[in-house]
């Protein structure tokens, strides 16, 4: 069917557009006019930012140099460790750059369970390192940090973080972004070998892809691909269009209770809100179930309130259909998959559009000519 080939090319791009990119990274950090050489350095794999250091093993301190990119001359960059389980937000000790009415600044700020799921500010305070300097470098929106940091003892594996935001309140960063990228910025390195042991990929990242897919699949091709065989193949057929409309529309119905759920599970377990996606996503469940059961309160075929019953259901379709494809574009706004997801979506719904205008226009030419054909003015 004409559907799944769109689907499969679809997909088939998305897939393939995850490109590698090479990147590099310097030793070399200026700051304050006055060079310093690291040792060994990485380009980190989100937000264009790279880190260099040089790691004395004799007395467990570490030079440090973090590069980033603000997303405005008024935002902040961030860099810091995690020195207990895991590179993670939370319990990280950070150092963060942005100008200030005094000039520019580094501080330390340790970020509590508190300022990720309440946001009650993200005030300086003590952190779990011993900060033997600091300094920073900011010009427009490139920030570096440089940093002399005692680390515990035997350390030589690094759980270290790295964000960025837009602005900067009295001295306390204000949230960075939830994109994909914005999650994506924690990373285990060895010291020695500058290799990364893991991390870069956003919490619960199969679960915000698997319900992107399902989602999309069935609130987004299914059913609409439904609406359109229900719409243009029943002038032509007298039954062929039932037994097509029903299995898709069943089929989208099924899956998008699948993807709806795992949205749910997926707000249980972030604390990122998005309210406006989760209420469209509710009311899409409820519409839909709704349609669903209307279908056996269903008036005969010459019940006089058959036509009523006609419309009803056909409005509905059309306002999951159009909610739908809204909350997917709400949710590839979310999640910023990259790569041409977006684009492919867009490419099938462009494809969908052009099928159904030649159909309508199809069957509003032989309306006008069977009435013609008729005698009717
Ligand atoms: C300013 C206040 C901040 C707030 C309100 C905040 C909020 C959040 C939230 C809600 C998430 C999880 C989103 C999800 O799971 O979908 C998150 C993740 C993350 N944040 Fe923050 N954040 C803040 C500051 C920072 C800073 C300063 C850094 C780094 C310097 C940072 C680095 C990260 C990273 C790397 C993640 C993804 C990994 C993880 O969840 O542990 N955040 N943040
Ligand atoms: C910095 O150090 C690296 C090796 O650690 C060396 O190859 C490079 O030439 C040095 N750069 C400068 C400007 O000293
Ligand atoms: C640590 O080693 C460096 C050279 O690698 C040396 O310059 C320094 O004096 C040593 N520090 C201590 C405390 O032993
Ligand atoms: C550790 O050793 C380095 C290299 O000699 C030195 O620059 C640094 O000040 C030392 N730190 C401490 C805490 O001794
Ligand atoms: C600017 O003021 C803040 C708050 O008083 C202070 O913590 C910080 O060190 C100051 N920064 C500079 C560069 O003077
Ligand atoms: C920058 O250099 C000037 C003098 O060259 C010095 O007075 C100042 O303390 C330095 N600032 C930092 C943050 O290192
Ligand atoms: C940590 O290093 C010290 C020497 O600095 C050594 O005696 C000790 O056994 C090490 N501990 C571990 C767990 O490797």
């Known amino acids: 069917m004409a559907s799944f080939r769109i689907l499969a090319v679809v997909l088939a791009v998305a897939t393939f557009s995850y490109a ?28 264009s930012a790279s880190l260099a250091w040089t790691f004395y093993e004799n007395n467990s301190t570490l030079l440090v140099g973090f590069a980033g990119t603000a997303p405005s001359s008024s935002g902040w960059v961030g860099w810091g460790i995690n020195p207990t389980a895991q590179a993670s ?24 369970q ?19 300097s600091s300094a920073v470098e900011i010009q427009g929106t490139s920030m570096s940090i440089f940093a002399a940091l005692r680390l515990p003892s035997n350390q030589t594996t690094l759980n270290h ?13 204000l949230e960075h972004g939830l994109s994909r ?3 994506s910025g924690y990373q285990t390195i060895d010291m020695y070998t500058a290799q990364s042991l893991g991390g870069g990929k956003p919490p619960h990242h199969n679960l915000k892809r698997t319900h992107g897919i399902i989602n999309t ?23 062929l269009w039932f037994y097509i409309h029903v299995p898709l529309q069943t089929l989208g119905y099924l899956l998008g209770v699948l993807g709806w759920a795992l949205g749910m599970r997926l707000r249980a377990v972030t604390s990122a809100a998005h309210k406006s996606h989760e209420n469209i996503g509710i009311a899409l469940f409820v519409l839909a179930t709704l349609q669903v059961f209307a279908l056996f309160l269903r008036p005969n075929k010459d019940h006089k309130l058959r036509i009523y019953w006609n419309y009803y259901h056909h409005s509905i379709g059309y306002i999951i259909i159009l909610l739908g494809i809204i909350n997917i ?41 069977k009435r013609r054909d008729e005698g009717l003015p």
Request: charged share 15%; glycine share 8%; aromatic share 12%.
């Open 20 to 47: 590698c990119r090479a990147q590099e990274c310097n030793t070399l950090f200026t700051f304050n006019g006055s060079a310093v050489n690291f040792t060994k350095c990485s380009a980190l794999p989100q937000q």
């Open 89 to 112: 937000m939370v319990g990280s000790s950070t150092l963060i750059a942005f100008s200030a009415t005094n000039g520019s600044n580094v501080l330390p700020y340790k970020l509590t």
């Open 114 to 132: 508190d300022v990720k799921d309440v946001n009650v500010g993200l005030a300086c305070s003590p952190i779990d390192l011993i900060i033997e």
């Open 161 to 173: 973080i790295w964000n960025r935001g837009s602005s900067v309140r009295s001295f306390q960063p």
């Open 181 to 183: 990228e914005d999650l």
């Open 217 to 239: 699949i069935a609130w987004g091709i299914l059913l609409p691909l439904g609406v359109i065989v229900a719409r243009y193949l029943h002038p032509f057929t007298e039954s």
């Open 329 to 369: 574009f709400k949710g590839l706004d979310i999640l910023s998959p990259g790569g041409n997801w977006k684009s492919g979506y867009v490419g099938s719904l462009i494809v969908m559009a052009v099928v159904a205008l030649v159909l309508e226009v199809v069957i509003w030419f032989l309306y006008f000519k």
